[in-house]
């Protein structure tokens, strides 16, 4: 890596610091905080809180360009050893077909690339929030929130990471539109690819936690149609949102499914037009806003404050059977087609947030369809700690399929 600046190494020892002492408060952040709570040691709220304050995000074009359309680059200082970064603005779609901006994360490694290029590992991020803020790029340390980074550059790989339409940059919603954010992710690789000296091959690899298993899961069923000049090798999911509906309604009586169902509603409520005031008692319907516009992890105590008094007087009616609701979680949960490459999932038998049933419910969903899926059962392993766990099988698995 060529040599980080003084500042940019001092950031980076801080953010480890902090991140030792906060590991066991976090950890207690993870039981309440929603899919975004990923390992203990990956954010504080004090750091996530510093936000990136340069002008990369500002004055973003809007006129449209071909889906990978890389628009803009800057380095990122930080990177991890041996690594350079960039963050990168792109165009990509949505899943009406409409031009959509994107930010996101480029990391490379600086030794030299293997013949035919690196192999690129197309990362979804487990749920910030929604805002245009809470995306992980805006981020003084995006870093943190691209778990298994250090282990994937270690293999040879670059790693890239959409922040999902409508975050980071102005755009329609997209939380759980799995048909927006699987091309978000495969429009990322197109971008990063013609960046110069990153020397990027066409082999992709699609990794996902949580939300961002739903969205590596989308581009897998999506890829062949939409970006088939890219060689997509495999996909590899830990804890994936799938069925959206029991999803909900397992975890509706706590602030965590207040809150994933407050961003999931107004989302598919602005995208497809369905009234929230069908599914939500008025006051939970007035606080979608407020809720909309904080940050996980980052603004836990002001997102709670909002969501705790919803909790139990939240629905008037089961998502599961009430129209259009049903409707529209059932074409964002993945599993319906065979996919035409292996995937591995890999799930903590202790997961409080995606319960291991409805993940078991997915595999055996996949396997009936013909998908050559390998299945990961990680005993004592929670939603916050899965990824870091089942990792050494996911690095064995990316190597195994090339």
Known sequence: MSAQPRSARRSSSRSARLSAVLATALALLCLTSLVACTQAERVSEDLGARAYTGRFYADAPSTPQKPGTLVRSETAVGAPRGSTAWRILFWSTDLHGAPVLNSGMLVVPDA??????????????PTTGTAEKCAPSRSVDPYVWMEGLPELLGQGYAVVATDYTGMGVPGPDSYLIGDTAGRNLLDAVRAARSL?????????LLWGHSQGGQAALFAAQLWKAYAPELDVRAVAVAAPATDLAPLLRADIGDISGVSIASYAFAAYSSVYGAPVESILTPAAARALPAINGFCLITQNDALHAVARPLVGTFLTADPATTQPWQDLLAANTPGSVRLPIPLLVAQGLSDQLVRPDLTKAFVDRELRLGTAVTYDTVPGATHGTIVGKALPRVLAFFAAVG
């Open 196 to 204: 110069p000296r990153t020397d990027l091959g066409s082999k992709v």
């Open 112 to 125: 030299p690339a293997p013949a035919g290029g690196r192999t690129v590992v197309s990362w979804g991020h």
